[in-house]
Structures are given as C-alpha cells and as structure tokens.
Nanobody
Framework: QVQLVESGGGLVQPGGSLRLSCAAS????????MAWYRQAPGKQRELVAS???????NYADSVKGRFTISRDNAKNTVYLQMNSLKPEDAAVYVC???????????WGQGTQVTVSS
C-alpha cells in the first residue's frame, strides 16, 4: 500500500521557520518525482516546490529564496524547509509523488501550517 505521511506543520510567527517532512513508501519513492503543494481556504491547490529523482528542483515564484525542497533517498523522505514565513504562506501543505513515466500519482493527507502573530 502506498503511503505518504507528512509531518512538521504547526503555528509559527511571521518571519519564522518550519521544516516539513514527507515519508513515502519505499516502493514508490525511488521511482518518483516529489512535490509539495498547498491549499489555503477558498483558494485552489498550488504547486509550491518539486524535486526530481536526480535532485533538480523547481519553485513557485512566491517562495523562491525562502523555501528549499530536498530529498533523502536513503530515508525515502522529502523535506520542505520554509524560512521567512509570511501570513500568506498559511495553508494545508500536501505531499505528492509522481512515478516517473507513468500516470501514477499519490497524495498525502496534508499538514497544517499557520503563520500568525
């Protein structure tokens, strides 16, 4: 059974930092590009950052220079380091795995990030 389990969300003040983690089933992680999406109330889900199997990364313009996506292939885990957080970064952050060269796509349950003073 494929599982993506996120952790690391919480409440942080503006300007603060959080690191999100997403642990994936070993059966998919090594074959997948990984990504973080977020969805705020009343807004569409948006891509925050992605990372390919070989480590190439891509970021939404709104988070460039503040967020860093990385992956640890030995731990089957993808991370999202979020610095200089802003109130507009508040959302449910969801992990995604896209198995390369297939249509197979998996989602985690999400973790809440709240940015407020």
């Amino acid at each position: 059974q494929v599982q993506l389990v996120e952790s690391g969300g919480g409440l942080v003040q503006p300007g603060g930092s959080l690191r999100l983690s997403c642990a994936a089933s070993g059966s998919i992680f090594s074959r997948s590009a990984m990504a973080w999406y977020r969805q705020a109330p009343g807004k569409q889900r948006e891509l925050v950052a992605s990372i390919t199997r070989d480590g190439s990364t891509n970021y939404a313009d709104s988070v460039k220079g503040r967020f860093t996506i990385s992956r640890d292939n030995a731990k089957n885990t993808v991370y999202l380091q979020m610095n200089s957080l802003k109130p507009e970064d508040a959302a449910v952050y969801v992990c995604n795995a896209q198995i390369m060269y297939t249509w197979a796509n998996y989602w985690g349950q999400g973790t809440q990030v709240t940015v407020s003073s």
